[in-house]
T-cell receptor, first 115, second 109 residues
Framework: KAGVTQTPRYLIKTRGQQVTLSCSPI?????VSWYQQTPGQGLQFLFE???????NKGNFPGRFSGRQFSNSRSEMNVSTLELGDSALYLC??????????????FGPGTRLTVL | DQQVKQNSPSLSVQEGRISILNCDYT??????FLWYKKYPAEGPTFLIS?????DKNEDGRFTVFLNKSAKHLSLHIVPSQPGDSAVYFC????????FGTGTRLKVLA
């Protein structure tokens, strides 16, 4: 069974640009969550999608948005990039996103560098 | 405000000895806790979990302990092996998880 895949793996952008990251969950998984990992901040929850609807959201500005398609694939978009957006962006998929009953499986991440 | 804290950014342990990684949380409503392991250039992988109705869960060399009154979680690895060298994240939550900042474990051969 293929794992969670994320594309691209590495990305370099300049301030003010926008970026779209993609995540393909494990087949059959309907919940996709996005996290930002920066040194010293751990993994910070961005949002979770389930059946094409945003179900949960973290404390990130509106420049961070996402969507999920009918095949459960998800995209995350960051507009007007800032230097502080440089981070590893991880997506995780699970069957139904239910805490306590589901295990989240993470992709390898997309390393975004903003210059 | 960090609701889940891993106060030790790094830990070094001799091979064969016990590794103890600690995690503190502030929200008493959290009812499910997990540990993930992360190698460089890979996403985190699930290690072990515990629900708030238990105080211990064991899986091979890995044991997680939960002290609800102290809002403290720990992961014990016995015996530690060089392949255990990685960054360990604890996570706590209800419908979504809050992750700690991670502890880098180095197991010395």
């Amino acid at each position: 069974k293929a794992g969670v895949t994320q594309t691209p793996r590495y990305l370099i952008k300049t301030r003010g640009q926008q970026v779209t990251l993609s995540c393909s969950p494990i087949s059959g998984h309907r919940s996709v969550s996005w996290y930002q990992q920066t040194p010293g901040q751990g993994l910070q929850f961005l949002f979770e999608y389930f059946s094409e609807t945003q179900r949960n959201k973290g404390n990130f500005p509106g420049r961070f948005s996402g969507r999920q398609f009918s095949n459960s694939r998800s995209e995350m978009n960051v507009s007007t990039l800032e230097l502080g957006d440089s981070a590893l962006y991880l997506c995780a998929s699970s069957l139904a996103g239910l805490a306590g009953t589901d295990t989240q499986y993470f992709g390898p991440g997309t390393r975004l560098t903003v210059l | 405000d960090q609701q889940v804290k891993q106060n030790s950014p790094s830990l070094s342990v001799q091979e064969g000895r016990i590794s103890i990684l600690n995690c503190d949380y502030t929200n008493s409503m959290f009812d499910y806790f997990l540990w993930y392991k992360k190698y460089p250039a890979e996403g985190p992988t699930f290690l072990i979990s515990i629900s708030s109705i238990k105080d211990k869960n064991e899986d091979g060399r890995f044991t997680v302990f939960l002290n609800k009154s102290a809002k403290h979680l720990s992961l014990h690895i016995v015996p530690s092996q060089p392949g255990d060298s990685a960054v360990y994240f604890c996570a706590a939550g209800t419908y979504k998880y809050i992750f700690g900042t991670g502890t880098r474990l180095k197991v010395l051969a």
